[in-house]
């Protein structure tokens, strides 16, 4: 019952909701009938708040809202609404800019749906939600941690916290947020990466893996005779992965490699430069003969991604074995 609104005074005694978080332009998915625009004027930095509802889309998939397109976005017990929570999550991540904060707020699971489920106080829920268990009591539990660690290199946690203001534990089987001060939810708010952080991440990374000819003893002459193969021709290629098969890709080829992209990044650019790692959603923008799978062990599921997903034919892929 208008858990906005009870949030909104909340966070105005915290200082980084006025200075960092609610800054720009907003957009405020589930908002209705409790909006956040209803308070711009007591977080003064915010310019504007779009309000996303049922009549509005489907807020899985965010369709109808481009890429970086909000300094922020919040969300008041939406989340726990939606079938896939986890494609949720990353459409709200691509639709906030690099740099921008989601705030989003969700019920905890022990006291709100107190081991009852489907849930009792509302049955359109279809996920519960706990900071970390090693096991819940429901069937559709999702640890916040959980969730936020699969994102882990595109974003930066800033807070999770058990919200229970003015909750009371010590009576049961009630929905205490029918009372107009009770919160019994989980906040969580999150950075999202620059390109340079996210560039970084993805350096550090391919300086960890072992060498190729430690992890593939038997195949590296197989594979050095294959990479030879593909020097001699006169082709253009695309290199997925950036770890130590795709640099020395980058060392053989040359010239020949006129990108990287791989399934992390979520950077695109209409003039790719070689030295930076892209999302695979940039091979439209890349022109190119064939791509080549440097991840060994995972070709098949790259494979099928690949062709079902960005619609490339079969005769464009390389494996290397």
């Given at each position: 019952?208008?858990?906005?609104?009870?949030?909104?005074?909340?966070?105005?005694?915290?200082?980084?909701?006025?200075?960092?978080?609610?800054?720009?332009?907003?957009?405020?998915?589930?908002?209705?009938?409790?909006?956040?625009?209803?308070?711009?004027?007591?977080?003064?930095?915010?310019?504007?708040?779009?309000?996303?509802?049922?009549?509005?889309?489907?807020?899985?998939?965010?369709?109808?809202?481009?890429?970086?397109?909000?300094?922020?976005?919040?969300?008041?017990?939406?989340?726990?609404?939606?079938?896939?929570?986890?494609?949720?999550?990353?459409?709200?991540?691509?639709?906030?800019?690099?740099?921008?904060?989601?705030?989003?707020?969700?019920?905890?699971?022990?006291?709100?749906?107190?081991?009852?489920?489907?849930?009792?106080?509302?049955?359109?829920?279809?996920?519960?939600?706990?900071?970390?268990?090693?096991?819940?009591?429901?069937?559709?539990?999702?640890?916040?941690?959980?969730?936020?660690?699969?994102?882990?290199?595109?974003?930066?946690?800033?807070?999770?916290?058990?919200?229970?203001?003015?909750?009371?534990?010590?009576?049961?089987?009630?929905?205490?947020t029918l009372q107009p001060?009770?919160?019994?939810?989980?906040?969580?708010?999150?950075?999202?990466?620059?390109?340079?952080?996210?560039?970084?991440?993805?350096?550090?990374?391919?300086?960890?893996?072992?060498?190729?000819?430690?992890?593939?003893?038997?195949?590296?002459?197989?594979?050095?005779?294959?990479?030879?193969?593909?020097?001699?021709?006169?082709?253009?290629?695309?290199?997925?992965?950036?770890?130590?098969?795709?640099?020395?890709?980058?060392?053989?080829?040359?010239?020949?490699?006129?990108?990287?992209?791989?399934?992390?990044?979520?950077?695109?650019?209409?003039?790719?430069?070689?030295?930076?790692?892209?999302?695979?959603?940039?091979?439209?923008?890349?022109?190119?003969d064939h791509i080549i799978?440097?991840?060994?062990?995972?070709?098949?599921?790259?494979?099928?991604?690949?062709?079902?997903?960005?619609?490339?034919?079969?005769?464009?892929?390389?494996?290397?074995?």
């Amino acid at each position: 019952m208008l858990e906005q609104s009870k949030a909104a005074r909340r966070r105005f005694y915290n200082g980084n909701f006025h200075n960092r978080y609610f800054n720009g332009e907003g957009i405020d998915i589930g908002g209705k009938p409790d909006p956040f625009s209803q308070y711009i004027g007591v977080f003064p930095l915010v310019r504007s708040v779009k309000i996303w509802d049922l009549e509005d889309g489907d807020a899985q998939k965010m369709q109808n809202c481009e890429d970086e397109s909000f300094d922020f976005v919040v969300s008041s017990h939406c989340l726990e609404h939606m079938v896939d929570v986890y494609e949720a999550f990353q459409n709200w991540l691509r639709i906030t800019k690099k740099g921008g904060y989601l705030i989003i707020t969700v019920p905890d699971e022990d006291m709100y749906e107190q081991k009852q489920w489907p849930s009792v106080y509302n049955t359109d829920h279809k996920h519960t939600f706990t900071i970390q268990k090693s096991q819940s009591w429901s069937e559709h539990s999702i640890n916040i941690f959980d969730l936020l660690r699969k994102f882990q290199d595109h974003i930066e946690i800033e807070k999770v916290e058990k919200i229970s203001e003015f909750y009371n534990h010590n009576l049961y089987r009630a929905d205490q947020t029918l009372q107009p001060n009770v919160e019994s939810a989980i906040e969580f708010i999150v950075r999202k990466k620059s390109d340079l952080q996210i560039i970084e991440i993805q350096k550090e990374r391919s300086h960890l893996e072992p060498k190729i000819e430690d992890r593939f003893p038997n195949e590296f002459s197989e594979l050095l005779t294959g990479i030879q193969k593909l020097k001699n021709q006169n082709s253009r290629f695309v290199v997925y992965g950036y770890g130590n098969l795709g640099r020395m890709l980058d060392d053989l080829l040359g010239d020949k490699i006129v990108g990287f992209v791989d399934g992390i990044s979520d950077l695109t650019d209409t003039h790719s430069k070689r030295d930076v790692v892209y999302s695979v959603k940039n091979l439209q923008n890349m022109e190119f003969d064939h791509i080549i799978i440097t991840l060994l062990g995972r070709e098949e599921q790259i494979v099928q991604e690949l062709c079902k997903t960005y619609h490339l034919d079969n005769d464009k892929i390389i494996l290397l074995r």
